[in-house]
């Protein structure tokens, strides 16, 4: 009889025991907050939603080759808005550019652009802060007679094609590098009174930068 009370006895100790420690436990797991990380290599500036603007400058030339002569400055102002859509990040943007005089071939000799305006959609694929895009759309551009060819007045409509990178900086800022391809077709000109008409096209390089909202 005694055996048995002291082995009951025992067992309620270690029942109370074991009851204690698990009543503490959870309450050590419901007040835990995992602590807050404060590692700088943790970056959140992956998301490419929303407005921007900005500015870019580069070179336009009817050659791909930069080095060849003809070409002009390339420089001016954009603005757009992108939206990520199940991963593909799609947008549009306009911008208006300074080219700078540079020469187009017509027949009888060159005409120099001076200013265009572009309005283009954008697609591209986002790789964390690195976004990697094609674009094509609208082309407005202005010509200058040169040499005793006169060229069409106002603005002459043609299409743009063109790919590009940008990469964010922060949360609000990215740099970007872009190359378009523009065809304008149905140039008129005038060479010694002789009026024609012919397709021209130039290559823009430029790099810029953005400002997100």
Excluded: C
């Excluded at 204690?20 to 007040?31: I, R």
């Excluded at 990697?132 to 082309?139: D, E, P, V, W």
């Excluded at 990215?174 to 096209?201: C, I, L, M, Q």
Aim: zero cysteines.
């Amino acid at each position: 009889m005694l055996k048995t009370t002291l082995a009951l006895a025992v067992l309620s100790g270690l029942s109370a025991s074991l009851l204690t420690t698990s009543v503490s436990a959870a309450d050590l797991a419901a007040s835990y907050n995992p602590p807050v990380s404060n590692d700088p290599m943790v970056n959140t500036n992956n998301d490419w939603n929303g407005a921007y603007v900005g500015g870019h400058a580069g070179m336009a030339s009817r050659h791909l080759n930069p080095f060849n002569s003809g070409k002009g400055f390339d420089g001016g102002i954009q603005g757009g808005y992108n939206a990520d859509v199940g991963g593909v990040v799609v947008g549009g943007e306009a911008d208006l550019s300074y080219l700078g005089d540079a020469n187009v071939r017509v027949d009888g000799g060159n005409l120099k652009e001076r200013h265009r305006l572009g309005l283009k959609a954008k697609a591209g694929v986002p790789m964390g802060q690195t976004l990697i895009y094609g674009t094509t759309g609208l082309a407005m551009t202005n010509y200058r007679d040169a040499n005793g060819i006169s060229g069409p007045d106002g603005w002459k409509p043609g299409y743009i094609l063109g790919v590009g990178v940008e990469q964010k900086l922060n949360e609000k800022l990215s740099a970007k590098v872009e190359y378009n391809y523009t065809g304008t077709p149905n140039v008129r000109s005038f060479a010694n009174g002789v009026g024609s008409e012919r397709d021209v096209h130039d290559h823009t390089i430029t790099a810029g930068v953005n400002y997100h909202f």
